[in-house]
């Protein structure tokens, strides 16, 4: 993806989640996260089931974690990303 381009979340519950945050962690040539590297929090717009998350990242490839909060539990959706 384009580094300027956003990222659409749609979650697949019927109601809208609690709360959505995501971040990336960058990838090293294996695709495994480096180590001792911090997680880019990434800003998740939007309202309903729908979130927008910029790609606001350096070029390369990232694991992105997109948590959210519902009223049963939380849950981790995790995303692989090419940034170029």
Partial sequence: MPPDSEMVFRFGGQRS?????????PLNKKGQPRPLT???????HG????????AELPLGEYVVDVFVTVQQGDV????????K
């Fill in 38 to 44: 911090s997680p880019h929090p990434l800003e998740a």
């Fill in 47 to 54: 309202s309903g089931i729908e979130r927008a998350i910029p």
């Fill in 17 to 25: 989640p609690d709360k959505v945050t995501a971040t990336a962690s």
């Fill in 76 to 83: 981790d959706y995790f995303f692989r990303v090419m940034v």
